[in-house]
């Protein structure tokens, strides 16, 4: 059964890389380029994981993260951001406790984007 991804991104030129890279991997995606838009879209699809980009129009990433974790707990959640160091010990840990099974700092290769979707599928499985 293939994996449902749900990526929330503003970026259209960065969700389309993604989601064709993604579709290429065969996984199942659907985009949104607002939280609005993405809790919109859940009334319909379950994902499996959603790749959330931290700044979004509108309700923010961190925010658009506590209501996913609430709306679909065992959903494994990506986070992503340019503009936002996560490396930091206390953002990890923060996270981590809403959802979050990894975290993909941008620019990231495809590669990258490849074994951390794959990585956050094989941790849904395990929820």
Not at 58 to 82: E, N, R, W, Y
């Amino acid at each position: 059964m293939k994996n449902k991804i749900l990526i929330v991104e503003d970026d259209n030129s960065i969700s389309e890389l993604i989601k064709t890279v993604l579709e290429e991997e065969d996984y199942t995606v659907t985009t949104a380029p607002s939280a609005e838009a993405a809790k919109k879209i859940l009334h319909d699809y379950t994902p499996d994981i959603a790749v959330v980009d931290i700044i979004l129009p509108g309700q923010g990433g961190m925010d658009f993260i506590l209501d996913l974790h609430s709306l679909c707990p065992k959903l494994a959640i990506v986070l992503t951001s340019g503009k936002i160091d996560m490396t930091k010990a206390t953002f990890k840990v923060l996270a981590h406790q809403f959802g979050v099974v990894s975290i993909l700092p941008k620019p990231f290769t495809v590669e990258e984007l490849i074994d951390t979707i794959n990585e956050a599928a094989k941790a849904n499985l395990q929820a």
